[in-house]
């Protein structure tokens, strides 16, 4: 959803209303203030204070513009036409601040024949420094990320993102997917070489069809289906109900309360290597009252029964049976 969103931003970046170009604008009003904020920027606390000053000093003129720039900086410069942050430059008449909207104005580091102590280095910033200059243009988009798991252990923007050098120029990530996440998610890896497991590895799916690194308003970064249904729902619609018989527990816990996600030693990801030990964890054949478990099966308990879905097939919900028999009609 979040691509397909951005992707309409870029046809559109003409339009007034866009919104990459009222970040731009805003950031030629502000821009002096905000970015020479962090144009001297070395993070250390001393530099902290002199920073707020020199921000108060600064005027749009310490702008000179991303040519300027390129004259020292050619290989990158020439590298930054297929960027996306080039449309920055449309801007304003097509004046827009391009290398300085991330940079901070560079005249100084200019005049400085290239005084390192003069520019904003991302490289060299602390996480929160980073994610503030990223997000005060892509807060709209990724407003979820400073509580999210990666904003709050400061993995910052440039941990999976590089502007210059990434190697999956798409989404300028620094490498692609799952390499990125398996770098730092070390423990993950071995659950997608599992002998059930989702096809990530294989390239069939992301890690980013389930999650959004960037945070959401669920756990784990766990997107969610257009209902607001658990995401798995979006691929595996025909457990999505609505069932005139619902097995209550796939709405109230959800999918991963018999199913393991990512990958496991058992047929259908189940929680379980047997489907009965997975039934009767909540299903007790000898009910007791004060657990307020779900009603166990009456019927017995012999060799023919314990292979629960050979009956009860329509185990996510039924529109025929309440007891989720073979609901084809
Ligand atoms: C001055 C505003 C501004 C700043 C600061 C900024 N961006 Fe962007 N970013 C944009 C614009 C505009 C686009 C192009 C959006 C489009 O194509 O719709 C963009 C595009 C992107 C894209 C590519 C989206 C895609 O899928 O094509 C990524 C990734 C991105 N930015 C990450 C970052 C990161 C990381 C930082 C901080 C290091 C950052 N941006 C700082 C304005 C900004
Ligand atoms: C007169 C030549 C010159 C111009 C013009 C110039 N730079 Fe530099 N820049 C340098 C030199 C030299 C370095 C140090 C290179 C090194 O150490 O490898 C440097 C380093 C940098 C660094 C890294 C700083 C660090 O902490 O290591 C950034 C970022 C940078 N420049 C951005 C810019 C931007 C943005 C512009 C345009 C506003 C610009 N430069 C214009 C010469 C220039
Ligand atoms: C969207 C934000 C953004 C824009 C726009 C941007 N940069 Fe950068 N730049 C970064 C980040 C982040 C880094 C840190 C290294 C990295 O992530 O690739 C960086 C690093 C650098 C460096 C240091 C390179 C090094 O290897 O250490 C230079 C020089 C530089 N940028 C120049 C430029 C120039 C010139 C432009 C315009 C043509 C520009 N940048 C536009 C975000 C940006
Ligand atoms: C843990 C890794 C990670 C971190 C941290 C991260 N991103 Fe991303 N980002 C990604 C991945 C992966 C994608 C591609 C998502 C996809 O395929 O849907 C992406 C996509 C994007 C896009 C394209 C639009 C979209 O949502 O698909 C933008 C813009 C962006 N990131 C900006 C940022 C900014 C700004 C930050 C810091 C505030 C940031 N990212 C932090 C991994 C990360
Ligand atoms: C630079 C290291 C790094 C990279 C790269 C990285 N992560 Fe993380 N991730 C972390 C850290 C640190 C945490 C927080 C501590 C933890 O839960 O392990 C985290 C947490 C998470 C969580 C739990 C979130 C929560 O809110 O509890 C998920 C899910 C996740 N990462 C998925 C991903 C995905 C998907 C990718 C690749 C697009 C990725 N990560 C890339 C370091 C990273
Ligand atoms: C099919 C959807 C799906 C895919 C694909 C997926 N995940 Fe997950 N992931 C989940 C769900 C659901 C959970 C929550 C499990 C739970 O705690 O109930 C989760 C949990 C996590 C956690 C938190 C683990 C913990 O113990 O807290 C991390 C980290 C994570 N995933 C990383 C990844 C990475 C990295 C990839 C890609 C290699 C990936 N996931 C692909 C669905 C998915
Ligand atoms: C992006 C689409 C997508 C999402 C989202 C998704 N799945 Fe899947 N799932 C698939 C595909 C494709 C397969 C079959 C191919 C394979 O073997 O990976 C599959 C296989 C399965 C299977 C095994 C089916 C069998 O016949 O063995 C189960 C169980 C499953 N998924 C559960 C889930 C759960 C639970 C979630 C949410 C945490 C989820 N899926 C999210 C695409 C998805
Ligand atoms: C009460 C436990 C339970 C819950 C909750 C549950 N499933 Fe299942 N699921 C099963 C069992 C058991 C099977 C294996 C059925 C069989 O033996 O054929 C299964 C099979 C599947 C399959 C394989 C294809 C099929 O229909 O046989 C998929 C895909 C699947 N589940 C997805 C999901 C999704 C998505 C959710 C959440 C919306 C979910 N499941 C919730 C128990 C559950
Ligand atoms: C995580 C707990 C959980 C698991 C695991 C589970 N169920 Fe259920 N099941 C429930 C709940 C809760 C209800 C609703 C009970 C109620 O309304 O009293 C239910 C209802 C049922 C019903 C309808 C009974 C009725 O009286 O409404 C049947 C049949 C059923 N489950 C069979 C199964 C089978 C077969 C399995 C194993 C594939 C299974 N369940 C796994 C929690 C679970
Ligand atoms: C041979 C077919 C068959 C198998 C196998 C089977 N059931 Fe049933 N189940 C039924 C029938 C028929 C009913 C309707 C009530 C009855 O006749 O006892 C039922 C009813 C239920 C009910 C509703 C409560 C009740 O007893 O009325 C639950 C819960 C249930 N079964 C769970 C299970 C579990 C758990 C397993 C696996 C351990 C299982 N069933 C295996 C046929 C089967």
């Not at 029964?305 to 329509?314: E, K």
Request: glycine share 10%; proline share 5%.
């Amino acid at each position: 959803m979040h691509r397909r969103r951005s992707l309409t931003h870029s046809r559109t970046a003409a339009s007034q209303g866009n919104w990459s170009v009222r970040c731009a604008l805003l950031m030629a009003l502000l821009g002096a203030g905000l970015f020479s904020a962090t144009a001297v920027a070395a993070p250390t606390k001393e530099a902290k204070t002199a920073r707020v000053e020199t921000s108060q000093k600064a005027l749009p003129g310490d702008y000179v513009g991303q040519e300027v720039c390129a004259t020292c900086h050619e290989e990158i410069g020439k590298k930054f036409s297929s960027n996306a942050h080039a449309k920055l430059a449309e801007a304003h008449g097509k004046n827009g601040v391009t290398c300085e909207g991330c940079h901070g104005p560079g005249k100084a580091h200019v005049d400085g024949g290239g005084d390192v102590t003069k520019i904003f280095n991302p490289a060299k910033a602390t996480a929160k420094e980073v994610d503030a200059k990223c997000l005060g243009c892509h807060q709209g988009q990724h407003a979820n990320f400073e509580r999210s798991g990666h904003g709050e252990a400061n993995v910052s923007c440039v941990s999976c993102h590089s502007i210059h050098a990434g190697e999956d120029p798409e989404h300028l990530l620094k490498v692609a997917q799952p390499r990125l996440c398996f770098q730092c998610h070390t423990d993950i890896k071995p659950q997608f070489s599992m002998p059930f497991h989702h096809k990530v590895e294989e390239g069939l799916m992301q890690c980013s069809d389930c999650h959004n690194p960037h945070g959401t308003f669920g756990r784990k970064g766990l997107k969610s289906a257009s209902q607001q249904d658990a995401i798995c729902t979006k691929c595996h619609t025909e457990t999505a109900g609505p069932f005139v018989y619902e097995h209550d527990v796939v709405k109230t816990e959800g999918c991963t309360s018999c199913h393991t996600p990512h990958g496991g030693p058992n047929p259908r990801l189940l929680n379980r290597a047997n489907v009965n030990t997975l039934c009767l964890q909540c299903h007790s054949p000898s009910p007791n009252f004060t657990t307020g478990l779900p009603i166990g099966p009456a019927h017995n308990q012999n060799q023919q029964y314990q292979s629960c879905t050979i009956c009860h097939t329509s185990i996510h919900g039924s529109n025929t049976s309440p007891i989720f028999f073979n609901s084809t009609e």
